[in-house]
């Protein structure tokens, strides 16, 4: 079945770490994306990549950073920069890189800094 | 600038019950909206989407009419079920850019 992957579902690590979150997709889409999810605050944009090789910073992109070496994979690695990084992060992706097209979304990952 | 802003949540309704979960916007132009679901432990399903005026997107008896008048996209039920309980999120394209609602979470007792 063609989706988008997130591994893993629940992720802990210390302070101070730096910690890289999957996402794989095989739909063979163009434009791929990165959100933060917080109680109360809905969903936040955090990088989103509309080629291979290219991306660009969302609203809260610092203390995060991403690569997009492959079409299918769009990494996250959440620094020790980020303050509050205790979240729910969602992957999405659309087949191009025009919004028009839906966004399908991972089922998420969440991480716990303590 | 472009916004949505939704009813706050919790909603909480029992069994066959009508539901309207409010939906309002600002954009210029013509944005095209779309109502997702998130089902606990999930990420967003698209729902329904209406990319012109008086279109009426509908889904899973969920049906939003885009009311560029009243610059709306209430999401409606006729009567739910417990498996509708989740969290709803209004949401507009404009200038390819998304723009999503806080969300609002819906509670269907038994």
């Known amino acids: 079945d063609g989706g988008i992957t997130q591994s893993p579902k629940y992720l802990f690590r210390k302070e101070g770490q730096n910690v890289t979150l999957s996402c794989e997709q095989n739909l063979n889409h163009d434009a791929m994306y990165w959100y933060r999810q917080d109680p109360g605050q809905g969903l936040r944009l955090i990088y989103y990549s509309q080629i291979v090789n290219d991306f660009q910073k969302g609203d809260i992109a610092e203390g995060y950073s991403v690569s997009r070496e492959k079409k299918e994979s769009f990494p996250l690695t959440v620094t020790s920069a980020q303050k509050n990084p205790t979240a729910f992060y969602l992957c999405a992706s659309s087949p191009t890189a025009s919004y028009n097209s839906p966004l399908h979304f991972g089922n998420g990952t969440r991480l716990t800094v303590t | 600038g472009n916004s949505v802003t939704q009813m706050e949540g919790p909603v909480t309704l029992s069994e066959e019950a009508f539901l309207t979960i409010n939906c309002t916007y600002t954009?210029?132009?013509?944005?095209?909206l779309f109502w997702y679901v998130q089902y606990p432990g999930e990420g967003l399903q698209l729902l329904l989407k209406?990319?012109?005026?008086?279109d009426k997107g509908s889904n899973k008896g969920f049906e939003a009419t885009y009311r560029k008048e009243t610059t709306s996209f209430h999401l409606e039920k006729g009567s739910v079920q417990v498996s509708d309980s989740a969290v709803y999120f209004c949401?507009?394209?404009?200038?390819?850019?998304?723009?999503f609602g806080k969300g609002t979470r819906l509670h269907i007792l038994p």
């Open positions: 949401a507009l394209i404009r200038d390819d850019k998304i723009i």
């Open positions: 954009a210029t132009g013509y944005p095209s």
């Open positions: 209406a990319t012109k005026a008086d």
